[in-house]
């Protein structure tokens, strides 16, 4: 099908290394999304791009966190110095039209920082 | 601070027996709330979206109302591939989106 996809599925990297995770969204969605969901907890909003802009940063957790969208396409989320607090599942979103309305879940990149 | 806080956690219902999921919010000058399914390993699945206090829809099984601090989700007569964990969010005038911690059904044949 034609959804949002994720890569990689899976990823295990040791603690202090850096990993980037890659989301294609649906074609022609203007905004992109990257959520966060630990076990036991809601989805955490990180960041959310309206065209290759990111409007408000201020959901990712720390420096480490950064994240870029190129040709309002595809999005790479990356995580310097990983560390055992950001094991967690990232999830990516694309909707249509930025700001509002239906959001489309990629399946998600498990990330275990061992 | 915004938060969203859903009700009960977990829920176990007989085959055929309705019941009601709750969100509650207190986020200011909400733009919209939402009611997405997860399954296992999944990315969750768009339900509803909610902008005005009265407002419903309706899907199959599930009928989503929306109040000032509050929204049901009502399930009638589920059944067993109604299982999943239903998760609430609401938009904030930031645009940034809240999600509660989500409903585990299950739903007994």
């Known amino acids: 099908g034609a959804g949002v996809s994720q890569s990689p599925s899976n990823k295990v990297t040791e603690k202090g290394k850096d990993v980037e995770l890659r989301c294609d969204p649906i074609?022609?969605?203007?905004?992109l999304y990257w959520y966060r969901q630990s076990l036991g907890q809601g989805l955490e909003f990180l960041i959310y791009?309206?065209?290759?802009?990111?409007?408000?940063k201020s959901g990712l957790p720390s420096d480490r966190f950064s994240a870029e969208r190129t040709g309002g396409s595809v999005s790479t989320l990356t995580i310097q110095r990983t560390q055992q607090e950001d094991s967690a599942v990232y999830l990516c979103?694309?909707?249509?039209?930025?700001?509002?309305?239906?959001?489309?879940f990629g399946p998600g990149t498990r990330l275990t920082v061992l | 601070e915004d938060q969203v806080t859903q009700s009960p956690e977990a829920l176990r219902l007989q085959e055929g027996e309705s019941s009601s999921l709750n969100c509650s919010y207190t986020?200011?000058?909400?733009?919209?709330l939402f009611w997405y399914r997860q399954d296992p390993g999944k990315g969750p699945e768009f339900l509803f979206t909610?902008?005005?206090a009265g407002e419903e829809k309706e899907k199959e099984r599930l009928k989503a109302t929306l109040t000032k601090k509050e929204s049901f989700l009502h399930i009638t007569a589920p059944k067993p591939e109604d299982s999943a964990t239903y998760l609430c969010?609401?938009?904030?005038?930031?645009?940034?989106?809240?999600f509660g911690t989500g409903t585990s059904l299950t739903v007994i044949p």
């Open positions: 979103a694309s909707s249509l039209v930025g700001g509002f309305g239906e959001q489309f």
């Open positions: 074609s022609g969605h203007t905004a």
């Open positions: 791009f309206q065209g290759n802009s990111a409007p408000d």
């Open positions: 986020v200011s000058g909400l733009r919209g």
């Open positions: 909610l902008y005005s």
């Open positions: 969010a609401v938009q904030a005038p930031s645009n940034q989106f809240y």
